[in-house]
C-alpha cells in the first residue's frame, strides 16, 4: 500500500492483534489523509471495534505500528453516555467536556454545536435522560467535536437513533462536519452519502478505495472476480507441476537416472512456493442467512378495518385505520417518525392473532396465517441457553433438524453449545431468523430486523426474503433496507395510516421537519449573529469571544510554522474583526 506521508494523519503499518486465542488482524495497513471521510465496514466480528480502540490507544497491538503526527487531537464518540450527565440537561452535558473556569466563555460554542446537529434551543434545557437513544447519540458527536479534535472516530453513531435523528445526522456529516472521519456504520445509505473513502475489514486485512460504499463495494467485488480467476489459474499450474514432478520422480528411480530425480525434486519447490505465495480469496461471511418458501396461497392473509391503535396504557389514541388489506407476498413498511405509533401497531397485531377469534373484529387474520416475530430488543434471546437448547424451545423442531439448520447457517458444531446471552447481536439476530426459518411462518413481523447485522448479512436477508415468498410487516431506520425490500408503504401521517406508492413522500416531509440550525455550514464553531437570525449577542458574549479568538490566534501562530493552521488562522482574523465590528456599530 503507497502511503502519503504528506497529508497522513493516520498510518496503520504491518498491525496484528489478538483478542484471546482469537486473530482479528494479520499485517493489516491503512492510510487516513487529511481531509478524508471514512468508512470502515466489514462482517460481524471482524475487529472494527477492537480497531478504533487500537486507534485511540484504549488497547496496544500485538506487533506494528500505529503512527500519528505529533500533538494530533483525536476524538472518540463513545458509545454509551456516562451516569453523570443523566441528570444535566442538554446544554450541560455537551459544555460537560470543558474545564470549569472554561464553561462561562464556551457557551456559545456548545450552543452553535447542538444547532449544528439539529437540536433546538428549546430542547436546551431538556434533561440528558429524557432525550431518545438517537439524541443521546447525536450529543455524544457535539461532545467529540467540542474538544476541536483534528481526526473524529465514530463507532456506529446511528444505533438507537430513529429516522428523524439519522436524518440529522447524515445532513451534518455530509454538509457541516468539517473534520476528518472514520466512521464504523451498517447503514449503507448513511456511508453512501457522508462517505468519500472505504475501508473493509476482512479476513484480518484492510482493502481500501477511495470511493463511497456502493461503488467501493463493486470495485471490490471485481477485485474478487480477478482474484478468483488468478487463484484458478494458479492452482491448475501447481497441478500441472506436481503431476510432472511425480511423473519425473518415477521415471528416475525406474531407470535409476539422478538428473531426472533432482529435476522432479526442483520442480516440487517451484510447486510449494507457488502454493505459498498464490493468490488469497477472501472467506467471506462465517455466517449465513437462510429462509425457505413462506408464501401462502390465498387472497389475502391480513385485514385491517376501521382499527383504531391506542398506547399500551389504552390512555391516547394513536392512530386510526380506514382499511388496508395485507396480501400474501407483500412486503409492507410501516413508515412514520419516533412516538407516532408504528410499535403500537404491530403491537396490537401480535396480540390480536393471540386471541382465540382471529377471523372477526376490526382486525382480521386469514385462518390458515402462522406468526413470525423478530423483537429489535432481542429479548427472547437474552436467556442462559445454548443455541441448540434455545431453538428447541422456540420451534417444534427434531434436534436433527435444528442441528442441520445451525450448520447451514454456517455455525461450528463445537459452537452448538454456546449460551446465547453471550453472543454478540448480530448473532443473537441471526439466532432469530433460524427460528423463523424453522417455524416457517406465514405472517412475519420484523421490528428493526438490520439493526445487528453487518451489511453483507443485510444483503442476504434482503436476498433471502424476495426469495422467500414472505408476508411482511416491517419498521427500519434503515433507508436503503426498506428501499430494496419493501413492495408497499404504508405511512402513520397526523394519526392516520395512510397507502402512499413511495417512501419519497415521507422522507420529503422528515426532511422539513428538520429545522435548519442558525449557523454558517462552513464555521459550525462560531456564534450566532443577526445575520443568521438569532437575537443580538450582547456585548459580554462578544468581549469573551474576542478574548478566546485572540488566546487561539497567538497560541497558533506560536507554534512550529509547519505546525501552524494559516486557514483557520485566516478565519479567526476574519471573525475578530467582524466581532470589533459589532462592538463598533453598538458604541
Known sequence: ????????????????????????????????????????????????????????????????????????????????????????????????????????????????????????????????RGLSGGQQNLLLIARALLQEPELLLMDEPGNHMDILAMSQLERFLGEQCQCPFLII????????KVCTKTVFIRDK????????????????????????????????????????????????????????????????KRAAKLDEEKTEVSAGSTLNLQLDNLNLSARQILTLEEAVIYTPDQSRQLLSIDHIVIRPGDRVAILGANGVGKSSLLETIRKQF????????????????????????????????SRSTWLSQQTESNNDEIKKTLINSGVSYQDFSRKVDSLSG???ARMVFMAL?????????????TNHIDLFGKQQLCDQLEASGATLLITSHDRYFLDQIATRWLWINEGVLQEIHDSDTFYTSLKRAILPPNVDKNELVKPLDSD?????????????????LENKLLADQKRKIKNQKPILQQEWQEELTSLWSQLDSAD
Open 1 to 128: 500500500m503507497k502511503m502519503n506521508t504528506m497529508s497522513a494523519l493516520l498510518q496503520i503499518i504491518d498491525l496484528s492483534f489478538s483478542r484471546g486465542h482469537h486473530p482479528l488482524f494479520e499485517q493489516l495497513s491503512l492510510t487516513i489523509n487529511a481531509g478524508e471521510r471514512v468508512g470502515l465496514v466489514g462482517h460481524n466480528g471482524c475487529g472494527k471495534s477492537s480497531l478504533l480502540s487500537l486507534i485511540s490507544g484504549n488497547e496496544d497491538p500485538d506487533s506494528g505500528e500505529i503512527r500519528t503526527p505529533r500533538g494530533l487531537k483525536i476524538a472518540f464518540v463513545e458509545q454509551f453516555v456516562p451516569q453523570s450527565l443523566m441528570q444535566q440537561s442538554l446544554l450541560q452535558g455537551a459544555l460537560d467536556v470543558f474545564s470549569h473556569e472554561d464553561i462561562p466563555s464556551m457557551g456559545w460554542m456548545a450552543e452553535s454545536q447542538l444547532l449544528g446537529l439539529g437540536f433546538t434551543e428549546a430542547q436546551f434545557s431538556i434533561p440528558v
Open 185 to 192: 456504520s451498517h447503514d449503507r445509505h448513511l456511508l453512501n
Open 205 to 268: 486485512r484492510s482493502y481500501a478505495f477511495e470511493l463511497p460504499y456502493d461503488a467501493a463495494a463493486e470495485r471490490l467485488e471485481e477485485h474478487d472476480q480477478q482474484a478468483s480467476k488468478h487463484r484458478e489459474l494458479e492452482e491448475k499450474e501447481i497441478k500441472r507441476l506436481k503431476a510432472t514432478a511425480k511423473r519425473l520422480a518415477i521415471w528416475g528411480r525406474e531407470h535409476d537416472n539422478e538428473s531426472l530425480s533432482k529435476k522432479a525434486k526442483s520442480i516440487e
Open 354 to 385: 393471540s386471541e382465540t377469534e382471529k377471523s372477526s373484529g376490526s382486525i382480521r387474520f386469514n385462518p390458515r396465517t402462522t406468526l413470525g416475530y423478530f423483537d429489535q430488543g432481542l429479548e427472547s434471546v437474552d436467556v442462559p441457553q
Open 426 to 428: 448480530g448473532e443473537k
Open 437 to 449: 426459518q424453522l417455524n416457517r411462518p406465514t405472517l412475519m413481523i420484523l421490528d428493526e430486523p
Open 532 to 548: 443568521a437570525g438569532s437575537t443580538t449577542l450582547s456585548e459580554d458574549t462578544i468581549l469573551q469571544r474576542i478574548d478566546m
